[in-house]
T-cell receptor, first 116, second 110 residues
């Protein structure tokens, strides 16, 4: 089954304790992206990657790191989490269709992170 | 990405058609119109997209105004499972950045 998986699904941590949220897709997609979703602020893009070893900042990259060493994985790293990073995080992926420029992103189930 | 404007919320009765509007007056000639929806406690899922012509798929129809400054997502017979937040977004070419607005929360009443 084609899917995007995220782990963990739920995480409660404390300020300053480094954490990684993993994201993996099995569709051989070139593009992967991380979003955070907060009440009243909608979905905001954190980082995206157009392909292996290529990453770029989205709208809210501060406090986050990513890496894209393999095509299928795109982990989100919080080196020193703070309470304002408490949020619902989504990973997404898509392929590039050369026929037309479309944006059919596939989203993971989400990771709910609480930083105390 | 160009900005889109959607109503905050809409209500519908079950088994009736629903027309969800989206305004995008600053759309450029190369922007594709995409619709996603987010069911409760799930990630967004792709619904439909179009450029100029109206589009139909198994989930919905997309009606695009002739001047492309607005579009309407049509659910032909709303079910309770269609209750979700519906997002209308524009994407230009293969840009990596992606911007979702606040969307429209659709409530379906039995």
């Amino acid at each position: 089954e084609a899917q995007v998986t995220q782990n963990p699904r739920y995480l409660i941590t404390v300020t300053g304790k480094k954490l990684t949220v993993t994201c993996s897709q099995n569709m051989n997609h070139e593009y992967m992206s991380w979003y955070r979703q907060d009440p009243g602020l909608g979905l905001r893009q954190i980082y995206y990657s157009m392909n292996v070893e290529v990453t770029d900042k989205g709208d809210v990259p501060e406090g986050y790191k990513v890496s894209r060493k393999e095509k299928r994985n795109f982990p989100l790293i919080l080196e020193s989490p703070s309470p304002n990073q408490t949020s619902l995080y989504f990973c997404a992926s898509r392929t590039f269709l050369q026929r037309e420029w479309v944006d059919t992103q596939y989203f993971g189930p989400g990771t709910r992170l609480t930083v105390l | 990405d160009a900005k889109t404007t959607q109503p905050n919320s809409m209500e519908s009765n079950e088994e009736e058609p629903v027309h969800l509007p989206c305004n995008h007056s600053t759309i450029s000639g190369t922007d594709y119109i995409h619709w996603y929806r987010q069911l409760p406690s799930q990630g967004p899922e792709y619904v439909i997209h179009g450029l100029t012509s109206n589009v139909n798929n198994r989930m919905a129809s997309l009606a695009i105004a002739e001047d492309r400054k607005s579009s309407t997502l049509i659910l032909h017979r709303a079910t309770l499972r269609d209750a979700a937040v519906y997002y209308c977004i524009l994407r230009d070419g293969d840009a990596g950045k992606s911007t979702f607005g606040d969307g429209t929360t659709l409530t379906v009443k039995p």
